[in-house]
């Protein structure tokens, strides 16, 4: 199958192209590096020891979308492009509506007019809001407490609509819960530009002597140390589920909502502690005020997505961190090594 990545350099693109071409499919991906590096590229080729076509071109750009489907035969969209940081959401509203909005319809028509009516979305646990019990189930109440997060429970709506619009369409919408880790290979992993939003990219940067200390948002939550509590799951799992999601759901008509999470909390200071021990050295962190629109317990129930599509991550906290803390120190400042 030839399968077009938006967002393909990014963090959880990148590690999803290795998967996709060492299952054997052809990929075309389009990126426009604005928090990402063509670098991953290049090192997604290396480890597979395939070519695939690049475009730098952004979502908001239709007439560049076009380009792209009329020289690459798509059969399938994963769709990761688009801005992702909490906390900047609240901060920049208008700019993440603007940009995860209208560079989706701008996709989904360049899809339509070249009749390819197979898309996974990259959504999200924030669609939960703040979720009464957990572990959280797909049929649970959706709601958002960010802009990012509103965000993608719109386009997850939208996506929906397109589909009672046209039955053609085969839409999955992976929610998914905090990815880290990396590539065994140290190769690639998570790279963002200037501060880290997440937890993890920070945590790593600490310990390479990038930063300073780790800021931990808040210890006066409803949990075992008071700190937040989240599903962190292993990116090469995560993009093991989009390859079983585009495997097993395309030319399946119908709308299709999966959790990708480990089904398993921890809290930041366990986070902490665990990349401490991947690093071999204590990690000085500080208590500060808990961030707008952070909830305080998020994991998950993936048994859908065991029963469905024959995925469950395998990969757990130690070897997430390890796996982190090997491309970290391999590359410590990240692709511009």
């Given at each position: ?29 389009v990126d426009n590096l604005s928090n990402s590096c063509e670098k991953s590229l290049d ?295």
């Amino acid at each position: 199958m030839k399968i077009l990545v938006t967002g393909g350099a990014g963090y959880i693109g990148s590690h999803t192209c290795v998967e996709l071409l060492n299952a054997g499919h052809e990929i075309v991906v389009v990126d426009n590096l604005s928090n990402s590096c063509e670098k991953s590229l290049d090192e997604v080729k290396k480890i597979t020891g395939k070519e695939f076509p690049f475009y730098k071109c952004d979502i908001l750009d239709y007439e560049g979308l076009t380009k792209v489907f009329d020289e690459n035969e798509v059969e399938a969209v994963i769709h990761f492009a688009g801005l992702k940081a909490v906390g900047e959401s609240v901060e920049k509203p208008l700019e993440y509506y603007h940009n995860n909005m209208t560079g989706t319809f701008n996709l989904v028509k360049v899809m339509k007019e070249h009749n390819v009516f197979n898309i996974v979305f990259s959504s999200s646990a924030t669609v939960y809001g703040s979720p009464k019990t957990v572990p959280i189930k797909e049929d649970f109440p959706l709601s958002t407490t960010n802009p990012y997060g509103s965000t993608k429970l719109m386009l997850e709506r939208v996506l929906s609509d397109v589909y009672v619009s046209d039955n053609r369409f085969s839409v999955v919408l992976l929610r998914y819960f905090n990815p880290i880790g990396a590539h065994k290979s140290g190769n690639i992993g998570e790279d963002p530009k200037g501060i880290p939003n997440n937890l993890l990219p920070y945590v790593a940067q600490v310990a390479v002597g990038r930063l300073p200390k780790i800021n931990v948002f808040g210890d006066c939550y409803p949990t075992k140390d008071g700190t937040g509590v989240r599903d962190y799951i292993h990116v090469v799992d995560l993009a093991l589920g989009h390859l079983k999601a585009v495997e097993k759901r395309s030319n399946v008509p119908g709308v299709h909502i999966y959790n990708l999470g480990t089904g398993q909390g921890y809290s930041v200071l366990e986070i902490v502690k665990a990349f401490s021990e991947a690093c071999g050295k204590d990690l000085p962190y500080e208590i500060v005020p808990p961030r707008a629109g952070d909830v305080a317990i998020c994991y998950a129930d993936a048994s859908k997505a065991k029963e469905e599509l024959g995925w469950e991550a395998q990969r757990g906290i130690a070897e997430m961190c390890a796996d982190a803390w090997n491309w970290q120190s391999k590359n410590p400042n990240g692709f511009e090594n």
